[in-house]
């Protein structure tokens, strides 16, 4: 499924395109030519057709990856996009498995080799020229090759994705408003549910059993998140916030807090 849709993706000639800036996390594409990148955020490239590519530029030398996402059609007002990404993100993990500091994994750990895609499917309805209501889906898959046995990070912000690539697959869906507050103030608003269906299980090497906690078998978090964005013109963009994110992982039930900020710049 996921080569399949990256084929159409890669030569399709999808006619459909819903092109708006400042657009990320929605089912619209960047218009051709247009880039924007935050300085924490990926590039977004608009290009020919319709399409949108993202990568992240301070990220990608250490974790090779792209992602090219596509609105592809209408349907009762609104609009159906496709986001595919392949990433392989062994350099990073063996990167952060040393003693020290930037250590998060034993200097011991043996990391596979990790081919990882996620597919996301978005669905976008303008309720005013103000205001964008999309529900989104994702699949997420893994496999690894060579030696495994390294431990999941359990951090708010790397143990979703690290229990993906542990245990094959993962489930990922919610919802996002973004509108206007006021003159140049706009919002972001999401809430989101990730499951892990096959963590805890005998196919993992989860240690929730050997702590006594049986409800502690890191399948599902919650996320929600809010910014507030300044649009100073279509040039330059500045936006901070909080994730708060609850989760059931392998050492049990935890909640975390998380301020965020960016400065988007487009042209």
Do not use: C
Not at 239 to 260: E, K, M, V
Request: no cysteine; proline share 5%; aromatic share 12%.
């Amino acid at each position: 499924m996921t080569l399949f849709l990256l084929g159409t993706l890669l030569s399709g000639d999808l006619a459909h395109a819903d092109q708006m800036n400042w657009s990320a996390g929605t089912a619209h594409v960047l218009p051709g030519g247009r880039k924007e990148i935050g300085l924490f955020g990926p590039l977004r490239m608009g290009l020919e057709n319709g399409r949108e590519l993202q990568v992240h530029p301070g990220w990608f030398f250490v974790s090779p990856h792209a992602a090219i996402k596509q609105d592809i059609f209408e349907l009762a007002s609104w609009n159906v996009g496709v986001r595919q990404s392949v990433s392989y993100p062994t350099l990073l993990l063996r990167g952060l498995a040393r003693s020290g500091i930037g250590g998060m994994l034993a200097a011991d750990a043996a990391v596979p080799h990790i081919i990882a895609s996620d597919t996301q499917l978005l669905f976008t309805k303008s309720a005013s020229k103000d205001y964008d209501l999309t529900f989104w889906g994702e699949l997420s898959l893994a496999v690894g090759i060579g030696e495994n046995d390294w431990p999941t990070i359990d951090s708010p912000l790397g143990y979703y994705q690290t229990a993906v690539y542990q245990n094959i697959f993962g489930l990922n869906a919610g919802m996002r408003v973004t509108g206007r507050v006021f003159g140049q103030m706009h919002f972001k608003t999401d809430l989101s549910a990730a499951l892990i269906p096959l963590a805890g299980t005998p196919w993992s090497d989860s240690d929730s059993e050997a702590s006594g906690i049986p409800d502690a078998t890191g399948t599902w978090t919650l996320t929600e998140s809010t910014s507030l964005l300044y649009r100073f013109n279509e040039g330059v963009q500045a936006q901070a916030g909080f994730i708060f994110r609850y989760g059931d992982y392998p050492y049990g039930r935890n909640w975390h807090l998380l301020p965020t900020i960016d400065v988007v710049f487009g042209w």
